[in-house]
């Protein structure tokens, strides 16, 4: 079936090989290859955290409970949609530059800096300060992204990841507003 596979991770039998991962070839937006691999290399970090952030808030959005379980169930499913969104975004823009986006578990865990939650679950206070804290360490790589991006004089993808810094943003705004609720207190702290 397969000539080579390691563990998920399928190599077809046939068919030709455009690109080796991990390379960066020239690009049709005039950026130097050496320049876009520089950009490609900051952005594989914020698609991998992106990714992992998406999988965080849709764990949470399918395990809410509480009295706020509609509100936060439905917050979190908006946020994971714009989550996936943003890291569709990145995975496009790293191929404009000439790349290819982390996309197996294994590269996107590497060049991840937000990380998973265990496979248990958890009061949703817990979850969400866990998303705040993801969306913290996706927000503040993504801000340095925006003026290395400018440096190499890719001015297309700094204003990519400042506006979609707005939205996550925004949403790290909510998350904070929750937490902040008295509803969310943890079981235990009422007995």
């Known amino acids: 079936m397969t000539?080579?596979?390691?563990?998920?991770?399928?190599?077809?039998?046939?068919?030709?090989?455009?690109?080796?991962?991990?390379t960066v070839s020239d690009n049709r937006l005039r950026i130097d290859r050496d320049e876009a691999e520089v950009i490609v290399d900051a952005l594989s970090v914020d698609h991998a955290g992106s990714f992992n952030l998406f999988y965080l808030l849709r764990k949470h959005y399918w395990t809410a409970e509480g009295a706020e379980h509609d509100d936060v169930a439905d917050f979190l499913e908006d946020a994971y949609e714009r989550v996936r969104d943003i890291n569709d975004d990145l995975a496009v823009r790293i191929v404009e530059l000439g790349g290819i986006p982390p996309n197996t578990p294994p590269t996107l865990q590497d060049h991840a800096e937000v990380h998973l939650e265990a496979e248990d679950l958890y009061d949703i206070r817990a979850s969400l300060e866990g998303d705040l804290e993801g969306y913290a360490t996706l927000i503040a790589s993504m801000r340095d992204h925006v003026g290395l991006a400018e440096d190499l004089g890719d001015a297309a993808t700094g204003e990519l990841l400042r506006d979609r810094l707005e939205d996550l943003e925004d949403d790290a705004h909510e998350i904070e507003q929750f937490l902040e609720n008295d509803t969310l207190v943890r079981e235990d702290a009422l007995n």
């Open 3 to 22: 000539k080579s596979q390691i563990g998920l991770v399928r190599e077809p039998d046939a068919g030709e090989r455009r690109q080796e991962w991990g």
